[in-house]
């Protein structure tokens, strides 16, 4: 933290006088953020008249933002190992048999689909699908009668859950896929719908497997002229 960078009324200029296992509470006026520039305008969470009720508390320090970065893995790791054990227990539970991806997705597989047809990385792939919360609560699904979802494997356009679970499948091959958060949408979630850190269940139908059309080379673009105006 360097304390000269910040803005004004940050209470990370606090943590400079903190040292490991201090902790601290701290309070900041919503009014005096508008006022500053800090915030824009007031909305639901940020009210008129309103104060933001903060705790930290000092846990680790280091030397540099590698070892931070490392930490931050390997605390990642051991989250999405809590993830994995939890849906097993579930799975478990609803006596449900389930092959494990070397990611650690849980795949119900109730139908492969055609093996000469097989899902795999480079492949285009249509679904039919439905996801919902561990809760049952439905969240995303393809609309009836609508065009299955379509996507390339491996492209990173979808959840690394659907990438490495769909690779147990070929066409017309149906199931379930039970994704860890961090494999899909992780400490952040996607809200208001998917809460942070929430482990997720899909229905899943391979309506088709293809490989996709090679793309036209792009033109390669002219040198830009360094007396042009911009």
Same mark, same amino acid.
């Given at each position: 933290? %360097?304390? +000269?960078?910040?803005?004004?009324?940050?209470?990370?200029?606090?943590?400079?006088?903190?040292?490991?296992?201090?902790?601290?509470?701290?309070?900041?006026?919503?009014?005096?953020?508008?006022?500053?520039?800090?915030?824009?305008?007031?909305?639901?969470?940020?009210?008129?008249?309103?104060?933001?009720?903060?705790?930290?508390?000092?846990?680790?320090?280091?030397?540099?933002?590698? %070892?931070?970065?490392?930490?931050?893995?390997?605390?990642?790791?051991?989250?999405?190992?809590?993830?994995? +054990? %939890?849906?097993?227990?579930?799975?478990?539970?609803?006596?449900?048999? +389930?092959?494990?991806?070397?990611?650690?997705?849980?795949?119900?597989? +109730?139908? #492969?689909?055609?093996?000469?047809?097989?899902?795999?990385?480079?492949?285009?792939?249509?679904?039919?699908?439905?996801?919902?919360?561990?809760?049952?609560?439905?969240?995303?699904?393809?609309?009836?009668?609508?065009?299955?979802?379509?996507?390339?494997?491996?492209?990173?356009?979808?959840?690394?859950?659907?990438?490495?679970?769909?690779?147990?499948?070929?066409?017309?091959?149906?199931?379930?896929?039970?994704?860890?958060?961090?494999?899909?949408?992780?400490?952040?979630?996607?809200?208001?719908?998917?809460?942070?850190? #929430?482990?997720?269940?899909?229905?899943?139908?391979?309506?088709?497997?293809?490989?996709?059309?090679?793309?036209?080379?792009?033109?390669?673009?002219?040198?830009?002229?360094?007396?042009?105006?911009?």
């Amino acid at each position: 933290v %360097d304390s +000269t960078q910040l803005p004004k009324y940050d209470f990370r200029a606090l943590l400079t006088k903190c040292s490991v296992g201090d902790k601290l509470e701290f309070v900041i006026n919503v009014d005096t953020l508008k006022k500053m520039g800090m915030i824009m305008e007031y909305n639901n969470i940020f009210k008129k008249g309103g104060l933001i009720n903060g705790k930290v508390e000092i846990l680790k320090s280091y030397a540099t933002e590698q %070892d931070v970065n490392a930490d931050f893995m390997k605390e990642m790791d051991v989250e999405k190992q809590r993830e994995i +054990t %939890d849906l097993e227990k579930y799975v478990k539970g609803k006596n449900v048999t +389930t092959q494990k991806t070397a990611s650690g997705v849980l795949v119900e597989v +109730t139908n #492969a689909g055609d093996a000469a047809a097989k899902v795999d990385s480079g492949k285009q792939v249509s679904i039919i699908y439905k996801g919902a919360l561990m809760n049952g609560k439905v969240f995303d699904s393809t609309a009836k009668g609508a065009q299955p979802y379509s996507f390339v494997i491996g492209a990173h356009s979808v959840i690394q859950g659907w990438d490495d679970g769909l690779k147990l499948f070929g066409k017309g091959g149906k199931g379930k896929l039970y994704v860890p958060a961090m494999l899909a949408y992780g400490a952040q979630g996607n809200m208001p719908v998917i809460p942070p850190y #929430a482990n997720l269940v899909f229905d899943v139908e391979v309506a088709d497997v293809t490989v996709p059309a090679p793309q036209a080379p792009q033109p390669v673009a002219p040198a830009a002229n360094p007396h042009a105006g911009h």
